[in-house]
């Protein structure tokens, strides 16, 4: 499998006025064709950016973004076509639909844009199958809505068909389901579990969420982020099960479960301390010090750990762990 | 058809006798009894019908977990509790919301607005959703304690003081640091826990929490899980939290009753709803979560869209999505019945249902 979206020590800074936030530190990461990688951490902790920076939206302030070996940002011409092959699809279904279109409209106007179809009736037609791909049939019930007419699982759906329109190879998904009723966040994995599987579509799926994270990459990999860095990459069933990361140890067993038996019984990670640091205020050595239960003063505060592989698939970045 | 949901609409109160709606805990130890609360919205396009014929008790010191998704009438049902509804809500004659404390009892409904206002925050605090949009953007957090406490006639300044530092600390911020603090300066999972101590400030023997924990960061939710917890043994209070989150639920809740289309369609103690579910409603939603602990499981959404609440389906509500639907689901609304000791479901079919449900586990 070759790489079809690589990370080569990608960073991200931002000015605040005087003030400069480090959104994305140093991140590798290479992700193969027909993968699924789940890209998880909480807030502040640079996936948004990271997945920005791989749709081509944002340009990295250090490192590459490779596209087929290539930096995306020195294609010139062909920058265009990488647009295409790499599509976002954003969390906020009220946001990113134009609600003055229709949803032939929204669908169709790349079709035109792009000159992938010849005339209206080929565009009819590819809409008709595009809709019946995310499962909204029959298609003439959704044609002539309007956004608000939807509801946000339909209209999440729409984005995805909107994504479809110019045969994308890789698919940055977002927080895609996190504002989509819980009884319906599945069926919209699974569909896009179908595109991976019958169109081949490579994706990278961005998410706080732990148990979707594990759900929709069970196949894949997780890859951890803390406050702008890479700290652990592992197969999914590994890292669920058995993480190496104190963080990704602390935030599993801090997920709550939908299970009152598992979750009041769960043994949780105690954490040095509760504050999150700033990325304005970063601390010294390695982000996650100040909290981690197996901190080394003199080593964990001065060197900023790299990813080391561990075999089998594993990496993780702590001093501390990887002796 | 239609004669039969025209009949059934004209004689509602008879479909639904009180003798129906009976939960576990007994009158004595009930702080708060709800009864037939109806609730609808003047819309542009009809009535919009956001709680039907809701009623349930909360005993003293229980912790009810109300769990709907979006347009359950969850929301609305917390704001009508301490009669924060906008504008444009009516509340339906024959409801009642009863409230309990040292023998002396009352209906929030029929209050004075004297009356309510001691009612609210004194014995009654309410912690919404936009929680990080709740505080005064101008004013330092000591001031906003302040604020409140002179809002319900304490002014002594010292004594407030006091009490707001034992409360940040029982939610485990630094109390001086954050006394001083304006809120732009504390982030969004602080600003939750300085709302928590807040609502605790005058004692309340009922708080009521919409969406606790929605936008915040894993840890931070685990830390404010493990705070609610701790304060609730402390301080004994009932508390009734709404939300879409069922492992919240499954965290603090000791009975959880599950909403849709502004009725609760189940209610029973926690471990009897997740391991033994009753309604299809509510066992769709559990097989639609998946957990982090243990094997991959097989999960399923629950098919279609939620209602409109201005075009009701006939019957059952939930009947356009239930694998279980037969005619008499589509004609007549079930009500909710006693499936066990202590659990009520509103399903016709719940025995055949539950009988094939199966935890993955």
Known sequence: MSSLISLDHVSRTFRQGNRIVKAVDNVSLDINEGEIVCLVGESGCGKTTTGKMIAGLLRPTGGEVLFEGQDIWAMGRDFKRYRQAVQIIHQDPYASLNPVHQVSRILSAPLFRHGLVANQEAAQARLRELLGIVDMTPPEDFLDKYPHQLSGGQRQRVSVARALTVHPRFIVADEAVSMVDVSIRVSLLNMLTRLKDELGVTFLFITHDLALAKYFAWQGRIAVMYLGRLIEVSLTPRLVTDPLHPYSKALLSAVPEADPQITRTKQRVQLRSLDVPSLLNLPSGCNFHPRCPLFEEGLCDKVVPELVDMGAGRYVACHVITK | ?361
């Open chain 2, 1 to 361: 058809m239609s004669d039969v949901i025209a009949r059934s609409a004209a004689t509602k109160q008879s479909l639904f006798p009180p003798e129906n709606l009976k939960p576990a805990p007994k009158a004595a130890d009930t702080t708060l009894t709800v009864q037939n609360l109806s609730v609808d919205y003047l819309g542009r396009r009809g009535l919009v019908r956001a709680v039907r014929d809701v009623s349930f008790d909360l005993a003293h010191g229980e912790t009810l977990s109300l769990i709907g998704e979006s347009g359950s009438g969850k929301t609305t049902l917390g704001l009508t509790l301490i009669r924060l509804l906008p504008r444009a809500a009516r509340i339906r004659e024959g409801g009642r919301i009863i409230y309990r404390r040292d023998g002396d009892e009352f209906d929030v409904l029929a209050l004075k607005p004297e009356e309510l206002r001691h009612f609210r925050w004194k014995e009654c605090a309410m912690v919404f959703q936009s929680a990080l949009n709740a505080l005064n953007p101008v004013l330092r957090i000591a001031e906003q304690f302040e604020d409140t406490a002179r809002a319900h006639g304490t002014s002594r300044t010292q004594e407030t003081r006091q009490r707001a530092l034992e409360l940040l600390r029982l939610v485990k911020l630094d109390p001086e640091r954050v006394l001083r603090s304006y809120p732009h300066e504390l982030s969004g999972g602080m600003r939750q826990r300085v709302l928590f101590a807040m609502s605790l400030l005058l004692d309340p023997q009922l708080i009521i929490l919409d969406e606790p924990t929605t936008a915040l960061d894993i840890l931070t939710q685990r830390a404010i899980i493990d705070i609610l917890r701790q304060l609730r043994q402390e301080m004994k209070f009932s508390l009734l939290f709404i939300s879409h989150d069922l492992s919240l639920a499954a965290e603090l809740a000791d009975r959880v009753a599950t909403m849709y289309a502004g009725a609760i369609v189940e209610i029973g103690n926690v471990y009897e709803t997740f391991y033994h579910p009753q309604h299809p409603y509510t066992m769709g939603l559990i097989k639609a979560v998946p957990t982090v602990t243990g094997d991959m499981q097989a999960l399923a959404s629950i098919s279609g869209s939620p209602p409109d609440l201005v075009n009701l389906p006939p019957g059952c509500k939930f009947h356009p999505r239930c694998p279980y639907a037969t005619d008499r689901c589509r004609e007549e609304e079930p009500t909710l019945v006693a499936v066990a000791p202590g659990h009520l479901a509103a399903c016709w079919y719940s025995e055949v249902s539950s009988s094939t449900f199966q935890v993955a586990s």
